[in-house]
Every structure is written in structure tokens, then in C-alpha cells.
């Protein structure tokens, strides 16, 4: 009976399952299934273990990067249903070791070994070796995170404080106070904060907005076929820009900046035309700090998965 270890990298919407071989590095048997079509995450480990013919008992070491707090024996998902007890699942799943970080701490894993192709510059700057490396991604929620001295850094930043840059973006907040006590960079750079950006704008423009999804959004930015949509994408990747680059200022990020998650991969024509280099550059005295530092988008299929796998590998070499 081969053994494998399982890895996983669970968010809001999505959990990418795979299996890994002791020592190694390299997924197989990737699988994608939604978080809202299964119960638990017990229910659906087994069911993708099943689905590959991976048999339980030749798993005894797990690592699952999860999108919410995991300090506590007590996960709860911040944008799912699904809550667990780290040790009732190990014991249930009779795992000899099971790891549970955030998925920021696998993105950060996987930074140092992503291929050249895995990553696209957008912008000026470079990378300095030795100095923090920044990490934020929108898609279901919005992550932040970071890699000091080689060390995942795993924060919250997602829910700092929305700060306006513009008139249209004061009109932005002040629709959005209606609706939210705290307004987070997260109730707009996310799923849901396209579809924010998207009603606040239709608003300001005196208009009805119609029922669009984030994913209607996008579609009809890519296409141009609906002034407002496109108008939403432009605004999202402008805020997107002034928050990475208040990350940067905030973590010293002369290593680098990366955009990861879901949402700006599918859309990188238009984010490399946008104004997000412009925004992430424009902080007055502190222009010319942040015009040195590179920013990349990471193109890789499954950085998550192989950060995973790089989290199990660390703990092997007692990293």
C-alpha cells in the first residue's frame, strides 16, 4: 500500500484537495471541490480520497491551508460554513500528523519556489534579497500575508480600515457605510467587493444597478460591453494598488510585492493596463521608496498546494 500525504488548500468557495509524496514537492491527483457542496471537511477529504482510490489508512500526514484563524483547536471558516476541531479530525482521519495553517502561510511557502513563468511583473521596481516579501490576493475574502527571513508572517490584513483616495471613492465608502458598521479593504477587494464597487458606482451615477455577480462583472469588463462593469474593474485594481502599497510601506516589502488569490489572475490584461501601479507608487515623500520595489501577480495554477507541500517539507527538515 503506497503512502502519500494529503495537502489541501480550502477557501470560501473552493477546496483543492491533493496527495503528495513523502519528501517531495509535486501535487497529484489535484481535485477542486466546492465548499458548499459537502457537509463538513471530513465528509469531503473522504470523498476525495474515494474519488482518487486513495485508500485512508495509507495516509498519516496531512497539511491544510485553510483561509481563516487557526491558532485555536477551534476552526472556524471566516467566509464558509464549515468549523472543525483540529484533533477530532486528525483522530477521525487516524493521521499521525496533521497540520493546519492559513493559506497566506502556504502562499508564502511557495514563493521561493515558483517558477519564472509561475509569476508576471507589472510595473518597475525589483526584488532586494533578504528584505520582507508582501502577500495580498482578492477572491472570496481578501488575504494578506508575508514572508520574513524566510518565515511566513500570517496577519488580518484584509480587515484594515478602507481609506478613499479620490471624490468616487468617498462616494464608495459613504454608500457602503449604509450597508456596513466597518468598512474593511475587504468589502472591496473581494467577490463581494466588486459587486460593492459595482452597486456604489451605479449609485453615484444616478443609475438602477442590475443583479450582477462579481463573475457577470468581470465577464462584462473583459468584453466592454458594459460601461459600469468596466468602470468597477478599473476602480477595483486603483484601490487594489493604494492598499498593496500600504502593505508595503507598513512591512518594508523591499522584497517584493505578490497579488495572489483568485480574481486579478483571470483579468491580467487588465490589471497590467490599470491604474494600480500608479496607486501603489503615489504616497507623497514616500514616492521614490515604493517606485523601487517590484510587484508581481502569481499566474501559477496551484500555489496554495504547492505551498502546502513546502509547510510539510519545512517541518521535515525541522524549519
Not at 219 to 242: Q, W
Request: proline share 4%; glycine share 12%; net charge negative.
Amino acid at each position: 500500500m503506497t503512502q502519500a500525504c494529503l495537502i489541501a488548500d480550502i477557501g470560501g468557495t473552493n477546496a483543492r484537495f491533493a496527495l503528495v509524496e513523502p519528501g517531495t514537492l509535486v501535487p497529484r491527483d489535484i481535485r477542486v471541490l466546492a465548499v458548499s457542496a459537502h457537509g463538513d471537511i471530513e465528509q469531503a477529504i473522504r470523498h476525495y480520497l474515494a474519488e482518487v482510490g486513495q485508500p485512508l489508512e495509507a495516509v498519516k500526514r496531512a497539511c491544510l491551508a485553510i483561509a481563516c484563524p487557526v491558532e485555536q483547536d477551534r476552526i472556524e471558516m471566516t467566509n464558509s460554513g464549515w468549523s472543525f476541531s483540529r484533533a477530532a479530525l486528525g483522530r477521525a482521519l487516524g493521521l499521525d500528523e496533521l497540520r493546519v495553517i492559513n493559506d497566506y502561510t502556504a502562499l508564502a511557502h511557495s514563493l521561493p519556489h515558483l517558477a519564472e513563468q509561475e509569476r508576471r511583473k507589472v510595473g518597475g521596481g525589483a526584488a532586494r534579497p533578504g528584505f520582507p516579501v508582501a502577500l495580498l490576493g482578492p477572491g472570496t475574502g481578501l488575504g494578506v500575508g508575508g514572508l520574513v527571513h524566510g518565515r511566513p508572517l500570517v496577519t488580518e490584513g484584509g480587515h484594515v480600515d478602507f481609506a478613499p483616495g479620490d471624490e468616487v471613492e468617498l462616494a464608495i465608502l459613504r454608500h457602503l457605510w449604509h450597508r456596513y458598521e466597518h468598512v474593511s479593504a475587504e468589502r472591496l477587494l473581494s467577490g463581494m467587493g466588486l459587486e460593492n464597487i459595482y452597486q456604489a458606482l451605479c449609485d453615484y451615477h444616478g443609475e438602477t444597478a442590475d443583479a450582477y455577480s462579481a463573475a457577470d462583472i468581470g465577464r462584462h469588463a473583459l468584453a466592454g460591453s458594459d460601461e459600469r462593469c468596466v468602470e468597477s474593474v478599473a476602480r477595483f485594481f486603483a484601490i487594489l494598488g493604494a492598499v498593496a502599497g500600504n502593505l508595503a510601506l507598513t512591512m518594508g516589502a523591499l522584497g517584493g510585492v505578490y497579488i495572489t488569490g483568485g480574481m486579478v489572475p483571470r483579468m491580467t490584461e487588465l490589471f497590467a493596463e490599470s491604474h494600480f501601479r500608479e496607486r501603489f507608487e503615489a504616497k507623497g515623500r514616500f514616492r521614490g521608496y515604493l517606485e523601487g520595489i517590484g510587484t508581481w501577480v502569481v499566474i501559477a495554477e496551484q500555489p496554495g498546494l504547492l505551498g502546502s507541500a513546502a509547510a510539510l517539507l519545512a517541518e521535515e527538515a525541522g524549519a
